[in-house]
């Protein structure tokens, strides 16, 4: 482990397992982007850890575009105060989670299968965290998040050295959808350079957010709001 994140032998060799898991759908299904479990474990799920800081010591928390289960399912692992719900609007990607989490007896994790703007509007409000990690642009993202997290709970996003640019148009809008200003963290993971930015959520998101299925993509949310 190259992070400050300390985990027990246990919970180092249930990620080092969930990495094979991982490594083992390479060819039927992209979960990840590398098949080597090694680079699986230094490139995803190091980098899901380095954030558990931001997390709260019980609650829900949701990991919105979860993908291969990436940081869910690591901080289901090492968090198991936290339940965690993954959600994916992919049938395939949903039933690979459900099998991996099963494999991996996690007891914590729930698995949805639904689009963020449909899930927003049967929970709302409900989570104490909401992350996203190699979903879409940032502007979307706090979109899909913002609605899905209750007042004094906490929005995360995994971003690169790139990430002021995309932040840019959004500054001193955050209110808009009831969040704080943005605190930003900086770490490595074996000598990349990565952030994390973090939102509290200091007030309820106004009900038109999230709006249709497809709408943050298509129109931003900050482009008209007055400054």
Known sequence: ??????????????LREYAAILSSYAGRIRLTGPSDPELIFRDHIEDSLAVMHLLPAS???????????????AWAICRPGLQVVLLDSIAKKCAA???????????????????????????????SAAAARAVSSLDVVLEYLA?????????????GPNYAEEMRPMLGLWETLGLSDPEVDRYMVYG?????????????????????????????????VNR
Not at 195 to 200: A, G, K, N, Q
């Open 97 to 127: 989670l459900l099998e991996i989490s099963v494999r991996l007896g996690l007891r914590n994790v729930q698995v949805l299968c639904a689009r963020c703007e449909e899930h927003a509007a049967e929970s709302r409000e409900s989570y």
């Open 147 to 159: 609605p899905l997290v209750a007042p004094g709970g906490r929005l995360i996003t995994f971003k």
């Open 1 to 14: 482990m190259t992070t400050n994140v300390k985990v027990t032998d246990i919970e180092e060799a249930a």
């Open 59 to 73: 609650g829900r928390v949701i990991d919105v575009g979860s993908g291969g289960g990436l940081p869910g399912m």
């Open 192 to 224: 990349k350079e990565r952030y994390v930015l973090s939102w509290e959520k200091i007030a309820p998101t106004p009900e038109r957010y999230p709006r249709r299925v497809g709408a943050a993509e298509k129109s931003r949310w900050w482009r008209g």
